[in-house]
């Protein structure tokens, strides 16, 4: 009787080390034979911490502001923009009697050449010209129009040959509908830069959305000769605030530029300080 309280006090002893080491290996089988292998109980632990910082990872990505957003003022997780407040002049509410205003929270590139005047903000930086406009006006009666027909008669009254006759090889895309509620277009272009002697390529998006009672303009502008190494990081964190594509390829932009040139182009109008100068056959 004796024999067998000792074993059991051995046992137990082994067992109660076993544990305390924290490196158990315990049989399992494997999934393709079903033979058992040793698992280490440490993996599990690893395992379990890959899991946290996953899921860390996409809390921070949910956490990240979008345009028409409530209380998105002073987030810190971009590195290249920050919160400016647009609001429009006070009018009379016709049900209420009261004098109201829009307000919208927008993010533009940190810049020396920014600007932000009531209901509109300006802002350029490493070759991408940011332009909001809150409340628009596009046409007469906007709101019996949907959002694809206000941009559309946008881009007829921006783009009128009278008016953009320095725009040369000029694509206008489609304008594309996103959801119910905005829409998309793109137009690439290129232009006589009189003060370097040079042609450039530029990339501009255009983005109409309706944010239920208001309406925002979104341009940007990718300047071809001004871009740099740090270019497609703003882009890509303009179009997480944004939530649209913002049309820009290096190589594409280049390639159009250099296919202008070799076809000989048209006749330019020589521009110095934004005084025509006279006109000029190109590459002369």
């Known amino acids: 009787m004796k024999k067998k309280i000792v074993m059991c006090l051995i046992v137990s002893c082994m067992a109660v080390g076993m ?71 006070s009018e009379e509410n016709k049900e209420t009697g009261k004098m109201e205003k829009k307000q919208i929270t927008v993010y533009i590139p940190q810049a020396d050449y920014a600007s932000v005047n009531r209901s509109n903000a300006y802002s350029t930086a490493f070759g991408v010209t940011l332009e909001v406009e809150l409340e628009p006006y596009i046409q007469y009666n906007m709101e019996d129009y949907l959002v694809t027909e206000n941009l559309e008669c946008y881009l007829e009254e921006r783009f009128d040959p009278f008016y953009t006759a320095d725009y040369k090889d000029l694509v206008k895309s489609e304008v594309e509908e996103i959801g119910e509620n905005a829409a998309r277009a793109t137009v690439e272009y290129c232009e006589y830069d009189s003060w370097d002697d040079k042609y450039i390529t530029f990339f501009v998006t255009y983005y109409l959305v309706e944010l239920e009672d208001k ?3 979104v341009t940007t502008t990718v300047d071809e000769s001004s871009v740099t190494g740090k270019t497609p990081k703003l882009l890509e964190e303009l179009e997480a605030f944004y939530q649209f594509e913002i049309d820009w390829d ?21 521009r110095r300080y934004g005084v025509p100068a006279g006109i000029v056959p190109d590459g002369k």
Request: one cysteine or more; charged letters at 35%; glycine letters at 10%.
């Open 19 to 89: 544990w305390g080491c924290g490196a158990l290996k315990l049989p399992v089988p494997t999934a393709n034979t079903g033979t058992e292998v040793e698992v280490d109980g440490d993996a599990e632990v690893k395992e379990d911490t890959k899991e946290e910082e996953t899921e860390e990872k996409e809390e921070t990505a949910s956490e990240t502001p979008v345009l028409g957003q409530e209380d998105i003022d002073g987030y810190e997780g971009f590195t290249y923009l920050y919160d400016e407040i647009l609001r429009t002049d």
């Open 250 to 270: 290096a190589k594409r932009a280049e390639q159009k530029r250099t296919d202008y040139l070799a076809s000989g182009g048209c006749h330019r109008t020589v």
């Open 215 to 217: 309406m925002v303009l």
